[in-house]
């Protein structure tokens, strides 16, 4: 393998990943950060407050199991909390407060509660102590020339009070990774250079983050488990139609809540805070139990009500110089819980793809036994990765905005829950058909996601054909009763058809009169 200069632009997970897949292939890799050092607690998030927990499932799972270090998948599931469904909290017409577990799947199988940070500090740790790794904190690309293999960064001083311009520096690579989010500047700059279709959507919701804190009562409890208010397990969702109120467990005990509502109904609430609580009580029962109204009020007050994006684009690269991945290439809102499963999958994917084209690649000529140039086998990777990533990055933006509509609504539909239980039940009991619920399929397969849609969709026809042979079989069965029987005064069948029969002639007599 020839080894190359890799420059990565991002040092988020994503981006600490593909740093890390190229340096265990012995490039020498260079990571450029708009912030300060992550790890440190002083670095303002660039979106001002703590991002959503992340749900981490198989694909960030397995893009971390080949990544070529022994001891990052131990240290990430080791501060993990499994969660095997979700909980649905309501209030019945009696006005009692419930709580409904529905299991992700029914082979048991969990997705994790994983945090952010602690994820990010450990990638970064296990880079740090890699020779041929270089990080380069408060550095903003402001320009690159991808034919040149050119980039400019800006270096920011973390003395805000020092006067003057800040210092640019030339940095020249063979290939760039940009992972530095949705609103990225590395695709920013790939725009000039490729016929990039582009796709940038706000959907009408605001986000809001609360807290639920940890028991305290129970501290001093010999169980770890009594420490948290709610069940740890899940994933805790008041669903309220047009909107919904969701709660994911830390280690420590405590609740990552975030609110989800469309712009008018914060608008409404910030004209009078006050009336929170009673909102509160009316859309999401139970919630002022376990933050109280004050605090409840603060977090609203205090933390920022930020929007939800949603990009596609394509193609991802530039010939062999440059390509972009995660949020970069496809930010997404977080209502599947696969954007950072999605990221992380990216550098899988893409590492695979420059593996094989290294591997496969050959000299056309035999009396010249030099390697290939490695930009050349890298070009047709950058390509084959757009033209098989961007599908997949497609649909799985779609569904995480099909299954906002499903967590705030359709969790509570009983058409909702019934085809659950079917294809669930098709999946216990009749495997050979290899029958998987599509919430399966996305979450505990590393099966391409616009393959997940095609089978979804060709599994809904068939069930939906059934359904219809249910309803209608008796129907058929009952008039062709009707027409020979009755017309000659002869009595129906006796048993169960017999009976079929005589409440179809019925009613087909009622609504003849």
Same mark, same amino acid.
């Given at each position: 393998?020839?080894?190359? *200069?890799?420059?990565?632009?991002?040092?988020?997970?994503?981006?600490?990943?593909?740093?890390?897949?190229?340096?265990?292939?012995?490039?020498?890799?260079?990571?450029?950060?708009?912030?300060?050092?992550?790890?440190?607690?002083?670095?303002?998030?660039?979106?001002?407050?703590?991002? $959503?927990?992340?749900?981490?499932?198989?694909?960030? $799972?397995?893009?971390?199991?080949?990544?070529?270090?022994?001891?990052?998948?131990?240290?990430?599931?080791?501060?993990?909390?499994?969660?095997?469904?979700?909980?649905?909290?309501?209030?019945?017409?009696?006005?009692?407060?419930?709580?409904?577990?529905?299991?992700?799947?029914?082979?048991?199988?969990?997705?994790?509660?994983?945090?952010?940070?602690?994820?990010?500090?450990?990638?970064?740790?296990?880079?740090?102590?890699?020779?041929?790794?270089?990080?380069?904190?408060? !550095?903003?690309?402001?320009?690159?020339?991808? *034919?040149?293999?050119?980039?400019?960064?800006?270096?920011?001083?973390?003395?805000?009070?020092?006067?003057?311009?800040?210092?640019?520096?030339?940095?020249?690579?063979?290939?760039?990774?940009?992972?530095?989010?949705?609103?990225?500047?590395?695709?920013? !700059?790939?725009?000039?250079?490729?016929?990039?279709?582009?796709?940038?959507?706000?959907?009408?919701?605001?986000?809001?983050?609360?807290?639920?804190?940890?028991?305290? *009562?129970?501290?001093?409890?010999?169980?770890?488990?009594?420490?948290?208010?709610?069940?740890?397990? !899940?994933?805790?969702?008041?669903?309220?139609?047009?909107?919904?109120?969701?709660?994911?467990?830390?280690?420590?005990?405590?609740?990552?809540?975030?609110?989800?509502?469309?712009?008018?109904?914060?608008?409404?609430?910030?004209?009078?805070?006050?009336?929170?609580?009673?909102?509160?009580?009316?859309?999401?029962?139970?919630?002022?139990?376990?933050?109280?109204?004050?605090?409840?009020?603060?977090?609203?007050?205090?933390?920022?009500?930020?929007?939800?994006?949603?990009?596609?684009?394509?193609?991802? !690269?530039?010939?062999?110089?440059?390509? $972009?991945?995660?949020?970069? %290439?496809?930010?997404?809102?977080?209502?599947?819980?696969?954007?950072?499963?999605?990221?992380?999958?990216?550098?899988?994917?893409?590492?695979?793809?420059?593996?094989?084209?290294?591997?496969?690649?050959?000299?056309?000529?035999?009396?010249?036994?030099?390697?290939?140039?490695?930009?050349?086998?890298?070009?047709?990777?950058?390509?084959?990765?757009?033209?098989?990533?961007?599908?997949?990055?497609?649909?799985?933006?779609?569904?995480?905005?099909?299954?906002?509509?499903?967590?705030?609504?359709?969790?509570?539909?009983? %058409?909702?829950?019934?085809?659950?239980?079917?294809?669930?039940?098709?999946?216990?009991?009749?495997?050979?058909?290899?029958?998987?619920?599509?919430?399966?399929?996305?979450?505990?397969?590393?099966?391409?996601?616009?393959?997940?849609?095609?089978?979804?969709?060709?599994?809904?026809? $068939?069930?939906?054909?059934?359904?219809?042979?249910?309803?209608?079989?008796?129907?058929?069965?009952?008039?062709?009763?009707?027409?020979?029987?009755?017309?000659?005064?002869?009595?129906?069948?006796?048993?169960?058809?017999?009976?079929?029969?005589?409440?179809? %002639?019925?009613?087909?007599?009622?609504?003849?009169?």
């Amino acid at each position: 393998m020839t080894k190359q *200069k890799y420059i990565v632009v991002g040092a988020g997970p994503v981006g600490s990943l593909a740093a890390l897949y190229a340096a265990n292939r012995g490039h020498e890799v260079e990571i450029y950060e708009l912030r300060s050092d992550l790890r440190d607690p002083s670095t303002t998030p660039l979106n001002f407050t703590k991002s $959503i927990n992340l749900a981490l499932s198989e694909r960030g $799972i397995n893009a971390m199991r080949h990544a070529g270090s022994k001891t990052l998948l131990d240290h990430v599931m080791n501060s993990v909390i499994p969660m095997s469904g979700r909980m649905i909290h309501g209030k019945r017409p009696s006005g009692e407060l419930y709580e409904e577990s529905q299991t992700y799947d029914v082979h048991g199988r969990d997705i994790f509660a994983a945090d952010r940070a602690e994820l990010n500090k450990t990638l970064l740790d296990i880079l740090e102590e890699m020779p041929n790794v270089k990080f380069y904190f408060n !550095h903003k690309l402001t320009g690159a020339d991808f *034919k040149r293999r050119v980039a400019w960064f800006e270096v920011r001083n973390s003395d805000k009070s020092s006067p003057g311009r800040a210092k640019e520096v030339e940095v020249s690579f063979d290939f760039m990774m940009g992972a530095d989010g949705a609103h990225s500047s590395v695709r920013y !700059h790939l725009m000039k250079y490729v016929r990039m279709d582009y796709q940038q959507e706000y959907i009408d919701t605001l986000w809001c983050e609360f807290q639920i804190n940890p028991n305290t *009562k129970r501290h001093n409890t010999h169980s770890a488990l009594e420490r948290f208010a709610i069940s740890p397990n !899940h994933l805790h969702i008041w669903p309220g139609k047009q909107f919904m109120f969701i709660a994911i467990p830390s280690e420590d005990g405590s609740f990552t809540c975030t609110l989800f509502m469309p712009s008018a109904n914060y608008a409404a609430l910030e004209a009078d805070s006050s009336k929170l609580p009673s909102f509160f009580d009316q859309h999401f029962p139970g919630v002022t139990s376990l933050i109280p109204p004050k605090e409840l009020i603060a977090s609203f007050e205090t933390n920022p009500h930020l929007p939800l994006i949603s990009i596609k684009c394509a193609p991802y !690269h530039s010939g062999s110089a440059v390509v $972009i991945l995660g949020d970069a %290439a496809h930010a997404m809102v977080p209502f599947y819980g696969q954007g950072m499963n999605a990221g992380l999958e990216d550098v899988r994917t893409l590492f695979s793809l420059l593996d094989k084209h290294e591997a496969t690649a050959e000299s056309n000529d035999p009396s010249d036994p030099a390697p290939l140039d490695p930009s050349l086998q890298r070009r047709a990777a950058l390509a084959e990765y757009s033209a098989v990533r961007a599908p997949d990055a497609h649909a799985i933006n779609d569904l995480a905005l099909q299954n906002y509509v499903e967590m705030r609504a359709s969790v509570l539909s009983p %058409a909702y829950r019934l085809r659950k239980a079917l294809e669930e039940w098709l999946s216990v009991y009749v495997p050979r058909l290899g029958w998987q619920t599509k919430y399966s399929r996305v979450s505990f397969s590393n099966e391409r996601y616009s393959d997940v849609i095609a089978r979804s969709e060709h599994q809904g026809k $068939i069930l939906n054909r059934v359904l219809k042979a249910a309803f209608w079989t008796p129907l058929v069965l009952g008039l062709a009763g009707y027409y020979r029987y009755y017309p000659g005064g002869q009595r129906p069948a006796s048993g169960v058809v017999g009976n079929v029969m005589g409440y179809v %002639a019925g009613l087909v007599r009622n609504f003849r009169s």
